[in-house]
Nanobody, 124 residues
Framework: QVQLVESGGGLVQAGDSLSLSCVAS????????MAWFRRAPGKKREFVAS????????YYTDSVKDRFSISRDVASNTVLLQMNSLKPEDSALYYC?????????????????WGQGTQVTVSS
């Protein structure tokens, strides 16, 4: 099994920055990609960004690619999401996920393990 634990969420104002962290533990050796998804109240869970744990290549949804940055620390099985210029519409529960195979995948059903989520709230 794989366990994912997110941290770093909070309440910020529009324009502020916030950094989320996700630590993976357990049977992570065969896992190739980690990603962040988010779910706002009343909306479906949506893809935010992903990264290849091997190459470090990244993939973003269009709405965040100029403001968010995903990175990884292979030694500690940690993925970070640096969020800048936050907007109220970024408010959501942010989830970390992991999968075998390509990071170039935004479909949540293809990610095998999930964290419990960390709340991000951006006030206007």
């Amino acid at each position: 099994q794989v366990q994912l634990v997110e941290s770093g969420g909070g309440l910020v104002q529009a324009g502020d920055s916030l950094s989320l962290s996700c630590v993976a533990s357990g049977r992570t050796m065969n896992m190739d990609a980690m990603a962040w998804f988010r779910r706002a109240p009343g909306k479906k869970r949506e893809f935010v960004a992903s990264i290849s744990m091997n190459s470090g290549d990244t993939y973003y949804t269009d709405s965040v690619k100029d403001r968010f940055s995903i990175s990884r620390d292979v030694a500690s099985n940690t993925v970070l999401l640096q969020m800048n210029s936050l907007k109220p519409e970024d408010s959501a529960l942010y989830y970390c996920a992991i999968r075998r195979g390509s990071h170039y995948n935004s479909r949540d059903r293809e990610y095998e393990h999930w964290g419990q989520g960390t709340q991000v709230t951006v006030s206007s």
